[in-house]
């Protein structure tokens, strides 16, 4: 496949993955998601002669994912399925290789999904991070199973609640971010150093076994799906969207 929305490179059982919709902020778009679903079968094993035992994936320096693409939601009358993007994010979970998040810039919405499916995530101080649904009338049902795995309930609710950006700081606080530094590439190289000790059939029982440990994604996706359908067909969802793009205004703004 060739590539529109993502830079892709594979080097000694590393598969790097970098977000490159720079003009859209990194937003996910159908194209996207079809593209990041290639990946991970090739990570999966699917036409590769080198198993994938490590998945980075990362965006550009100021923004790693802005979440989903407002403008081709504003601009289609249909509601999309969320199913393949959570696919995506069980997937990173619960895959046969570490998936490590590296963020740098901003994350919100919806790119903190690939953040908390993350098995290991990265960050500099440039690091952001925000669930901005709420002042949209929405809010994040499918982020949040994963994100409630990663940093507890209560936590994962007051983000939801709050909707403001929140530090490196804080995020590492909370469990979101496991590792911080001035240099998110020197960060990663030292982890890929003793990572790319382990095996990757190593890597895949012990991933299958604790996503048997964890394994409420599953249980939860049903329920999520239904939100997010639910939420982003609401007639007055729809008109806050279209307003924020075609006016940079939020809903309670005259």
Known sequence: MDYETLRVSFDRGVCRVRLDRPAAQNAIDGRMIIELDDVLSRCEGDGMT????????EGTPSVFCSGGDFQALAASSEVADPEPLYRLWQRMAAGPFVSISVVRGRVNAGGMGFVAAADIVLADRSAAFSLSELLFGIFPAC??????????????HYL???TRPFTV???LACGLVDAL?????????????????LSQPAI??????????????????PAALEANRMLFADPEV???????VEESKFPWEI
């Open 238 to 244: 729809q008109l806050n969207i279209r307003r924020y």
């Open 160 to 162: 939801t609640l709050m």
């Open 204 to 221: 895949a029982r012990y991933k299958s076994y604790l996503g048997n440990l964890a394994g409420q994604l599953e249980v939860l996706k």
């Open 143 to 156: 982020v949040l199973p994963f994100l409630v795995r990663r940093i507890g309930l209560q936590k994962a």
């Open 50 to 57: 080198t198993p994938v035992a490590i998945l980075v994936l």
């Open 181 to 197: 530094d001035d240099d998110a590439e020197a960060l990663l190289r030292r982890h890929l150093l003793r990572l790319q000790k």
């Open 169 to 171: 700081d804080e995020a």
